[in-house]
């Protein structure tokens, strides 16, 4: 798993046929799923994906050992 083999915090993978709508989020304790938002014009999948990673790293960066 690339998590242990790489040494990661988190990975992100998707499917081809879902790639711009949903992507998962792999960390070592859960599977997160991150979706775009259909019902606002213009969204991609990336908005809610790097909202999710800022909102995980600024935790990890406050309490590291955590």
Request: glycine share 2%; hydrophobic share 40%.
């Amino acid at each position: 798993m690339a998590l242990k083999k790489y040494n990661m915090h988190m990975v992100v993978a998707n499917e081809h046929l879902t790639r711009k709508d949903k992507v998962v989020v792999v960390t070592s304790n859960e599977k997160i799923s991150v979706r775009r938002y259909k019902t606002q014009v213009g969204d991609v999948v990336e908005n809610s994906l790097i909202r999710l990673i800022v909102e995980r790293h600024s935790a990890y960066v406050e309490k590291p050992d955590l």
